[in-house]
């Protein structure tokens, strides 16, 4: 397995406060990727990252920012939790863009705004 | 954003019989990506498919990248209880790079 882990795995918080999750992966890889996953709508990308300080939005950026400060770690902010933000969030790495190369997912973050 | 059209969006069968999902997309593909999610877990990646056409296994499982590039299909042959979960197509285009477009998932379930 891709050493990748997920902290929390779970939360829940209330509508209008900040939350943050957080990625962190063992193999040094240089992509880096946030996603959520609702029933029936498979897995949807929120942002991603292409190293160190370089991110880029996804197909459902609004209401999260992201952070990467290390190669190792990838942050997703919530500045504002509304429920509609209620979601399973996966992480996910890839060591580079091309079109073999697979992403490798870690356990997710379950989190529950009230 | 595009999403994939994965069909059926759940299975409930016996053990021992085969399973057929399959994915569509109104556009083409240059990869197409098969992965399982078991309970609480993250998907895992079955099968990689790369060329129009090409018929790949892993096992009890086989996967087809469609001949017009805009659809895939997964075969479950003997399926067992552990086969149990979520089956998830995802296809990647070259103007994406390594961009993911998910189906909505197959949730699988197996009657021992």
């Known amino acids: 397995d891709a050493g990748i882990t997920q902290s929390p795995r779970h939360k829940v918080t209330e509508t209008g406060t900040p939350v943050t999750l957080r990625c962190h992966q063992t193999e040094n890889h240089r992509y880096m990727y946030w996603y959520r996953q609702d029933p029936g709508h498979g897995l949807r990308l929120i942002h991603y990252?292409?190293?160190?300080?370089?991110?880029d939005k996804g197909e459902v950026s609004d209401g999260y920012s992201v952070s990467r400060s290390k190669t190792e770690d990838f942050l997703l902010t919530l500045e504002s939790a509304t429920s509609s933000q209620t979601s399973v969030y996966f992480c996910a790495i890839s060591e580079s863009l091309e079109l073999q190369e697979t992403q490798y997912f870690g356990p997710g973050t379950r989190l529950l705004v009230l | 954003g595009q999403q994939l059209n994965q069909s059926p969006q759940s299975m409930f069968i016996q053990e021992g019989e085969d399973v057929s999902m399959n994915c569509t997309s109104s556009?083409?593909?240059?990869?197409w990506l098969w992965y399982k999610q078991d309970p609480g877990e993250g998907p895992v990646l079955l099968i990689a498919?790369?060329?129009?056409?090409e018929l790949t296994s892993n096992g009890r499982l086989t996967a087809q990248f469609g001949i017009t590039r805009k659809d895939s299909f997964l075969n479950i042959s003997a399926s067992i209880p552990s086969d149990v979960g979520i089956y998830f197509c995802a296809g990647k285009h070259n103007n994406a790079g390594n961009m993911l477009t998910f189906g909505g998932g197959t949730r699988l379930m197996v009657k021992p």
């Open positions: 498919l790369y060329k129009a056409g």
């Open positions: 556009s083409i593909f240059n990869t």
């Open positions: 990252s292409y190293g160190v300080k370089d991110t």
